[in-house]
């Protein structure tokens, strides 16, 4: 069977990382010991984004700072470099691969990052985690993007920047390409 197929993750594959973890730290906040457990929770959508920077700066001594941080990361978002892997789209695209986006991510900020370098040209489906409630490396996300972009699982291959990620991938038949950070 022909790979026609490549989804792409978007922080540290198609953008830029650094997000909400450099916004903390921009912002002189370096130690949240909730924010791991907050962000969990976001991705999936049990918490809105209000209450996501409320768990994540409560016993920090920024508390208060909610709504400057939410600013902060939207701006960064809106205008966040794109990374290497977005160097493939056009060849991929002239060779007439199918390209979608599965990210472990929130709408409000990674939509200012497609919207601004209009990937939604280029990928169909574009998966957010927090829309469909589910996030990687759970198998059902895979089997999720499976069904959205109908494909057999040996029809596509997944790029991601987490290992795990792509072993969840592989797990559920579907090719894993592991690119590092600092390879981008």
Same mark, same amino acid.
């Given at each position: 069977?022909?790979?026609?197929?490549?989804?792409?993750?978007?922080?540290? %594959?198609?953008?830029?990382?650094?997000?909400?973890?450099?916004? *903390?730290?921009?912002?002189?906040? !370096?130690?949240?010991?909730?924010?791991?457990?907050?962000?969990?929770?976001?991705?999936?959508?049990? *918490?809105?984004?209000?209450?996501?920077?409320?768990?994540?700066?409560?016993?920090?001594?920024?508390?208060?700072?909610?709504?400057?941080?939410?600013?902060?990361?939207?701006?960064?978002?809106?205008?966040?470099?794109?990374?290497?892997?977005?160097? *493939?789209?056009?060849?991929?695209?002239?060779?007439?691969?199918? @390209?979608?986006?599965?990210?472990?991510? %929130?709408?409000?900020? %990674?939509?200012? !990052?497609?919207?601004?370098?209009? @990937?939604?040209?280029?990928?169909?489906?574009?998966?957010?985690?927090?829309?469909?409630?589910?996030?990687?490396?759970?198998?059902?996300?895979?089997?999720?993007?499976?069904?959205?972009?109908?494909?057999?699982?040996?029809?596509? %291959? !997944?790029?991601?920047?987490?290992?795990?990620?792509?072993?969840?991938?592989?797990?559920?038949?579907?090719?894993?390409?592991?690119?590092?950070?600092?390879? *981008?």
């Amino acid at each position: 069977m022909t790979i026609d197929t490549i989804i792409f993750d978007v922080g540290g %594959v198609l953008a830029i990382d650094g997000g909400r973890r450099g916004i *903390l730290a921009e912002c002189g906040i !370096f130690h949240a010991p909730n924010e791991d457990k907050a962000w969990d929770l976001y991705n999936v959508g049990a *918490l809105t984004e209000r209450e996501y920077w409320k768990q994540t700066l409560r016993g920090t001594g920024s508390e208060g700072r909610e709504n400057e941080l939410a600013s902060r990361i939207r701006d960064k978002f809106a205008t966040m470099p794109a990374a290497g892997a977005m160097q *493939l789209v056009p060849d991929l695209l002239k060779k007439r691969y199918h @390209l979608a986006i599965l990210s472990n991510h %929130v709408t409000e900020w %990674v939509l200012p !990052f497609i919207t601004y370098n209009h @990937l939604q040209n280029f990928f169909d489906p574009i998966i957010i985690s927090s829309e469909v409630k589910l996030a990687k490396p759970d198998n059902r996300i895979f089997h999720y993007a499976l069904q959205a972009v109908h494909r057999l699982p040996q029809q596509c %291959v !997944f790029i991601d920047d987490k290992e795990k990620n792509i072993l969840a991938a592989q797990t559920s038949g579907i090719y894993g390409v592991f690119i590092p950070i600092m390879m *981008l």
